[in-house]
């Protein structure tokens, strides 16, 4: 998968330094995947990712973290939205 834009995932290290081992580790299991539907998908996050709309929302660093994406299957690539601590993320309007 090809993630659009990991210029977010820098900006929220830069605010959130201690996500960044957390971070690092998400973008490169995204990146080493190819999935073809949810299924897959939820195969290579069971527990931490979730469904809500067309979104898909990764808790990341033991659920510290949250990432909001769009995953387009077909073109292989993963959108980020935003990406916030759990605090943040309790506020947000999905």
Same mark, same amino acid.
């Given at each position: 998968?090809?993630?659009?834009?990991?210029?977010?995932?820098?900006?929220?290290?830069?605010?959130?330094?201690?996500?960044?081992?957390?971070?690092?580790?998400? !973008?490169?299991?995204?990146? %080493? *995947?190819?999935?073809?539907?949810? =299924? $897959? !998908?939820?195969?290579?996050? %069971? *527990?931490?990712?979730?469904?809500? =709309? $067309?979104?898909?929302?990764?808790?990341?660093?033991?659920?510290?973290?949250?990432?909001?994406?769009?995953?387009?299957?077909?073109?292989?690539?993963?959108?980020?939205?935003?990406?916030?601590?759990?605090?943040?993320?309790?506020?947000?309007?999905?």
């Amino acid at each position: 998968m090809r993630i659009v834009s990991e210029k977010r995932i820098r900006e929220f290290i830069a605010r959130e330094p201690r996500s960044a081992e957390s971070m690092w580790n998400w !973008l490169d299991a995204v990146e %080493s *995947a190819s999935w073809r539907n949810p =299924g $897959d !998908l939820k195969r290579t996050f %069971s *527990a931490t990712a979730s469904f809500v =709309g $067309d979104k898909t929302i990764f808790n990341v660093g033991g659920n510290n973290y949250r990432v909001e994406t769009y995953v387009h299957y077909r073109q292989q690539i993963v959108y980020i939205k935003r990406i916030g601590t759990h605090k943040e993320y309790d506020k947000w309007d999905l």
